[in-house]
């Protein structure tokens, strides 16, 4: 894979997505590689946004209420791959059902952008940040269509689009309760 293969993979179902195609590992190494260090990430560019530049997003929580917020925002994180994972398998319109790693990996994959959106936590402006938070979410929906495309339908037909809107809407709706959970602490 090239520096630029991430970048095309949004965008079609054949960039980056054959060779993809070709590797079966297992949900335990997708979830090392790829989910692990990604969340992490997530869950620590939130414990800087408020240890570092907390005053630009409230002056009135506590650290441990953030902190203990942030913690189950990481465990969620891992739970809901293994929810969209599973809502994958069950959604794809196949003969036989996909191998569920398979199915973890697309998952994993897909929430990528939306974790790596978090690194704009590292400037204290939550417009930005919220706007980083939409173009993540944006980008995971294309590669979960590429990726349903090239790795299960293969026929970017109006099927896969269907099944693409109906595991997004489901991915969105965890999204949002992730998100929910970040403001909890602020209610």
């Known amino acids: ?9 949004l965008f079609s179902s054949q960039h980056g997505w054959e060779e993809l195609a070709t590797r ?11 989910v692990l260090p990604a969340s992490t990430l997530a869950a620590a560019m939130l414990l800087y946004a408020y240890h570092v530049n907390g005053s630009a997003y409230t002056t009135d929580l506590s650290t441990l209420r953030w902190d203990v917020m942030v913690l189950l925002f990481w465990c969620a994180c891992w739970g809901s791959v ?15 059902r996909p191998p569920y790693a ?15 959106s978090s ?26 269509y590429h ?14 689009e269907s099944l693409a809107y109906t595991v997004f809407s489901v991915g969105a709706l965890v999204w949002s309760l992730l998100v929910a959970l970040i403001l909890l602490p602020f209610l």
Request: hydrophobic share 50%; charged share 15%; net charge neutral.
């Open 119 to 144: 690194i704009g936590l590292l400037l204290p402006w939550p417009l930005f940040n919220a706007a980083l938070g939409a173009m993540g979410l944006l980008a995971s929906g294309l590669l979960l």
């Open 1 to 9: 894979m090239t520096p630029l293969t991430p970048f095309r993979m």
């Open 82 to 96: 293994h929810l969209m994972a599973g809502f994958i398998r069950m959604s794809v319109h196949a003969e036989a």
């Open 102 to 116: 398979d199915c973890y990996r697309l998952a994993a994959l897909s929430a990528l952008p939306i974790w790596l």
């Open 24 to 34: 079966h590992p297992g949900s335990s190494r997708v979830y090392s590689r790829v």
């Open 147 to 160: 990726g349903l495309d090239a790795l299960f339908e293969h026929d970017d037909s109006v099927r896969t």
